[in-house]
Nanobody, 118 residues
Framework: QVQLVESGGGLVQPGGSLRLSCAAS????????MSWYRQAPGKERELVVT??????NYADFVKGRFTISRDNAKNTVYLQMNSLKPEDTAVYYC?????????????WGQGTQVTVSS
């Protein structure tokens, strides 16, 4: 059974930092692309960053501030968020896409709330 469990969210002041973690299980973690998405109140879920074998792609709005990494030995992907802004406030979700009955299926964690406010 595929499971993604996020942690590390919280309340932080503008300019501060947080590190999110996503612990994965139920699939061969090292073989698959992992992503972080976020969803702010009243807005659609948006892609923040993706890490695949040999490539990392950041959304423009986080370039230079956020860093994704993964530890395949721990089946965990991280999101280091620096220089946080109020507009980064959102629920952050871990995601992977796996083949299921011949089609790619999205798997999501439960999300972790990040609130940037003074």
């Amino acid at each position: 059974q595929v499971q993604l469990v996020e942690s590390g969210g919280g309340l932080v002041q503008p300019g501060g930092s947080l590190r999110l973690s996503c612990a994965a299980s139920g699939f061969r973690f090292s073989r698959y692309t992992m992503s972080w998405y976020r969803q702010a109140p009243g807005k659609e879920r948006e892609l923040v960053v993706t890490i695949a074998a040999g490539s990392i792609n950041y959304a423009d709005f986080v370039k230079g501030r956020f860093t994704i990494s993964r530890d395949n030995a721990k089946n965990t992907v991280y999101l280091q968020m620096n220089s946080l802004k109020p507009e980064d406030t959102a629920v952050y979700y871990c995601n992977t896409k796996l083949l299921n009955l011949g089609a790619l299926r999205d798997y999501w964690g439960q999300g972790t709330q990040v609130t940037v406010s003074s």
